[in-house]
């Protein structure tokens, strides 16, 4: 009887600290989506962000690390902010094409780390009148399916290509140097394995390719928050 006793006050005493490390994927999920809510608050009160904003993170995607050695950047996946009825949101190119709540994307992310840039002219360029050309632009797009072969056409889209199309169309801006496929690093075995299951032997070299890394390192952005 005593032995029972000293058992059950053992449990006990150490059912918090094995609660403590029993956390679900699912509990884990939703602390981060608070954690990102909390720093969209802020980003909202410190005026942060702002409609035609570009948004940063490095994709936990099954291509992610290949982007990121092909092109020799961190930054694998990119939207653009807008806000609508009172919220923040990012127009992204997955699958597919669609408008996510800035909270959860953010979350998405790898550990939560984001960059939001901004045109260095934004004041002049970002007009009401332009930022609506853009939504229209981007309208376009919406519910296509994404590119996973990365062409340049219209029929399906990739992320920084969105970018790129919705800032070229509607104010004439291109935002990042377009490059051919045969310009990134495919020399890892990662990226030749990608590139296998996407083409098989009949690797397109010279498609037009524009990256997250070359718009993110464009000259025509700023730097507005990184976390």
């Known amino acids: 009887m005593k032995l029972e006793k000293s058992i059950a006050i053992l449990l006990l005493a150490f059912a918090p600290v094995v609660a403590a490390f029993a956390e679900t994927p699912k509990d884990a999920a939703a602390a ?12 909202a009160a410190k005026g942060k962000i ?3 904003d570009l948004i940063f993170q490095t994709s936990l995607s099954s291509q992610s ?8 950047s961190k930054y694998s996946h990119c939207g653009i902010i807008y806000k609508e009825n ?8 997955i699958q597919p094409v669609k408008s996510t709540p800035l909270d959860k ?10 960059v939001v840039k901004r045109l260095k002219n934004a004041e002049k360029i970002l007009t009401p009148e332009v930022l609506a050309k853009m939504k229209r632009e981007g309208e376009k797009f919406r519910g296509k399916d994404y590119d996973l072969a990365f ?5 399906r889209i990739y992320c920084s290509e969105l970018i790129w199309k919705i800032y070229q169309r509607a104010t004439g801006v291109e935002i990042g140097k377009l490059e051919k496929l045969r310009d990134f690093d495919l020399t890892s075995e990662v990226v030749r394995k990608k590139m296998k299951e996407r ?7 010279d498609e037009t390719v524009i990256s997250p890394a070359t718009v993110f390192a464009s000259e025509l952005l700023m730097t507005v928050k990184s976390n």
């Open 32 to 43: 981060k989506l608070e954690a990102a809510k909390s720093e969209v608050k802020k980003l």
């Open 50 to 52: 702002r409609d035609g």
């Open 65 to 72: 690390k290949a982007i990121q050695l092909a092109t020799k």
């Open 86 to 93: 009172g919220r923040y949101y990012v127009f992204e190119a």
């Open 105 to 114: 994307w953010i979350a998405r992310g790898k550990d939560g780390h984001y």
């Open 151 to 155: 062409e340049w056409s219209d029929e």
């Open 199 to 205: 083409y098989g032997d009949k690797i397109p070299m």
